[in-house]
């Protein structure tokens, strides 16, 4: 029922993965590539979630260690420790085949990718998963997904918060439930593929600083669309979908489920549109409303992931040509 472009971008969370590489950087500054990390842990995890080796070290950076009231790392703590040069090797084997977890996975990666690049060397790391988002589509009805709310909601104990192997170790803690409760909820992981960025002086493309919804919109669909959704009827592979605001669900969780479909997204809606989905059956703004002027139907984003599961095959596209893999990458910053 899917095209290969579809399985790039999220996991069912019942689906085995080969693995978890939870990290976390503590840093000088907020810029990679200027700024440098201070120090790093992380921590390999099999696929349920249990510890199986581990890294952390305290790094030289060779600058201002900066913001020494939030990290509590001074200059002299950090003379005479190893430099990321001296760790990086180890740190590749702890990461080597899993996917990359942290809490805002955009902030560590970058930082790590930079690290990496100034010392001529290259991250094993295929696929990222941010925290922050997954938190996001487990709706736990928090006030916030900070690290420490996380931790008091599970139940778990942070000792020394923005020290990087509590900060590893906490999420660590805390990724073992939530993917209980993403499974039980039969939730998509946030699970998307990364190019081995090289910075600072590297050859990133314009197309992969673009939203995951950006790249999604402008992905050609390997078949037609066969026009409008008809009420008790399938999906059809091709239709495209659109997406209001009312929903219940993240965004970016729809757009891999609608990818993954055989579906294609589509940012604005017009006649070729075949349904939005949107949770309040009477929109007065965005898209919602925008449907009821082209006529387009209305589907709530529950009945619409249930449908999903029984999309049926559509027409494919003749010549079709799989997108470049610089224009297929999940956007971190």
């Known amino acids: 029922m899917s095209s290969t472009v579809a399985t790039r971008w999220g996991r069912p969370a019942e689906e085995p993965g080969s693995g978890w590489a939870v990290v976390d950087v503590e840093t000088s500054g907020f810029r990679p590539g200027q700024a440098r990390v201070v120090s790093v842990a992380a921590l390999a995890l099999s696929d349920d979630g249990n510890i199986e080796k581990s890294l952390y070290s305290l790094l030289n950076p060779g600058v201002d260690p900066g913001p ?68 996001r589509r487990l709706d736990l009805g928090l006030d916030n997904l900070r690290l420490e709310t996380l931790a008091a909601h599970w139940g778990v104990t942070q000792i020394r918060p923005h020290d990087a192997l509590d900060d590893a170790m906490v999420l660590a803690q805390i990724l073992k439930p939530v993917l209980v409760r993403a499974h039980e909820r039969r939730k998509w992981l946030p699970v998307h593929p990364v190019t081995r960025r090289r910075w600072p002086n590297g050859h990133v493309t314009h197309e992969e600083l673009r939203p995951l919804k950006a790249l999604a919109a402008r992905m050609p669909c390997p078949y037609a669309n066969p026009g409008r ?5 399938p999906l059809v592979q091709g239709m495209r979908v659109g997406l209001a605001a009312e929903v219940c669900h993240t965004h970016e969780e729809l757009v891999e489920r609608i990818v993954a479909a055989g579906l294609a997204f589509t940012d604005t809606v017009d006649a070729h549109t075949s349904l939005v989905v949107c949770d309040d059956p009477a929109p007065v703004q965005g898209r919602g409303y925008q449907a009821g002027e082209f006529d387009v139907p209305l589907l709530g984003s529950d009945e619409f992931l249930q449908r999903l599961q029984s999309t049926v095959g559509g027409s494919a596209v003749e010549e079709f040509t799989e997108p470049s893999p610089a224009g297929d990458q999940f956007a971190l910053f």
Do not use: K, W
């Open 68 to 135: 020494t009231h939030v990290h509590g790392l001074t200059a002299e703590m950090l003379e005479g420790q190893p430099t990321f040069g001296d760790v990086v090797t180890e740190l590749a084997e702890v990461l080597r085949g899993r996917t990359l977890v942290a809490h805002n996975v955009g902030f560590d990666y970058a930082f790590l990718a930079a690290e990496a690049e100034l010392v001529h060397a290259e991250l094993p790391v295929d696929s990222v998963m941010c925290t922050v988002e997954l938190a």
């Open 229 to 233: 959704f008809i009420a008790g009827r």
